[in-house]
């Protein structure tokens, strides 16, 4: 799969610092609205939930093989063949999520689960065992000793551990966490829209204690670190908007002081590949400590570093090569 490749620039931090949210291409001075792209017309209510989910995700991972130069700039209405990347724009989550937050209403619809149920409750388990197994002192590092595990009584731990899920639309994610035995979760997302989507559901699934903020995680406002922070689709969305290339160095910059040291990050995506996402961290490192080292930046001095993947998903052959459509990989913070 062809993921947006990062620019050549030398130094992301301070091209992270230099160019902040509020220099980027704004979805206001876009000025393209969701509505008018009609989401009803592609997620109509004729369609099933996994209907809707199979061709979201189309949408989202076909949008990955547009060139950053096929994106069009500052027009009104975007054209048919342009409208993949709409889900790089807060105006068009905006739009969806308060379309799912009047079906739920209505109905009692859950909504979109992005790349499935199957990939979400894997992610969640996959995601507890690692953070197992660091906590183990199995890898190479562990999040803070205060929290090591005695042998043997692994879930009674999980409740003293911090998560964030960015991006977390509506929030399932995390009530599978809680599931498995985590209770420090909180979800931002900046869509007003989203986080009431989550929080409702929340309420009638038996959650309330899952906190969910609007919150840009390209501009965050929390103020606190986390042990373990997921996105599930976040980096894609945000990779699709015309900006993408420095709004995803802008992300792993504002990502790095979001977790806390010795803990881990598990993305999940379907615009990048494992090795993708790896070479994309590696550039991160190697920019952070100046860009005077060799792109494998290792150990003490790189800010993430690849701690491993699911290997379980289903593969597919694609143009001659066999891949999985959908990549989750975790990174340990330094
Ligand atoms: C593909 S959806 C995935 C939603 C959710 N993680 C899930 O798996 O169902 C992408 C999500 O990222 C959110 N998002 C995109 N850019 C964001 C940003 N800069 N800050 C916070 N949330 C963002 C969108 O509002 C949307 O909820």
Request: glycine residues 8%; aromatic residues 8%.
């Amino acid at each position: 799969m062809a993921g947006i490749r990062l620019p050549e620039d030398s130094d992301v931090s301070q091209a992270a610092r230099q160019v902040t949210a509020v220099d980027l291409i704004s979805d206001d001075d876009r000025s393209i609205t969701a509505d008018s792209w009609s989401i009803k017309s592609d997620y109509g209510s004729t369609l099933d939930d996994e209907q809707r989910q199979a061709d979201a995700a189309e949408a989202l991972s076909s949008a990955a093989y547009r060139a950053p130069s096929d994106y069009s700039s500052d027009k009104d209405e975007p054209d048919e063949e342009a409208a993949s990347s709409m889900l790089g724009f807060q105006s068009y989550w905006d739009a969806a999520y308060a379309e799912e937050l009047a079906n739920f209403r209505e109905h009692g619809r859950t909504g979109e689960v992005w790349f499935g149920p199957d990939v979400m409750e894997n992610m969640a388990t996959w995601t507890k065992n690692v953070f197992l197994e660091i906590s183990q002192h199995n890898l190479p590092n562990h999040v803070d000793s205060s929290n090591c595990l005695p042998a043997g009584q692994p879930d009674k731990y999980l409740s003293g551990w911090s998560i964030l899920d960015v991006g977390t639309g509506n929030g399932l994610l995390l009530q599978e966490l809680s599931k498995l035995g985590f209770s420090d979760l909180t979800g931002t997302d900046y869509s007003e829209a989203a986080v009431d989507l989550a929080r409702s559901l929340a309420y009638r699934d038996g959650f309330p204690n899952i906190n969910f903020l609007v919150d840009d995680i390209l501009d965050t406002k929390l103020d606190r670190q986390f042990q373990l922070v997921t996105d599930k689709g976040t980096l894609d969305a945000i990779g699709l908007h015309p900006d993408g290339p420095i709004k995803r160095i802008i992300y792993w910059d504002s990502l790095s002081g979001l977790v806390a040291s010795g803990g881990l990050v598990v993305i999940t995506s379907c615009n990048s590949t494992k090795d993708e996402l790896i070479q994309e961290v590696a550039a991160f490192n190697q920019r952070r400590i100046g860009g005077s080292r060799e792109p494998d930046v290792v150990g003490s001095d790189a800010v993430f570093e690849y701690v491993d993947h699911i290997r379980t998903y289903p593969t597919l052959m694609f143009g001659g090569s066999v891949g999985s459509r959908v990549a989750t990989v975790a990174f340990l913070r330094n």
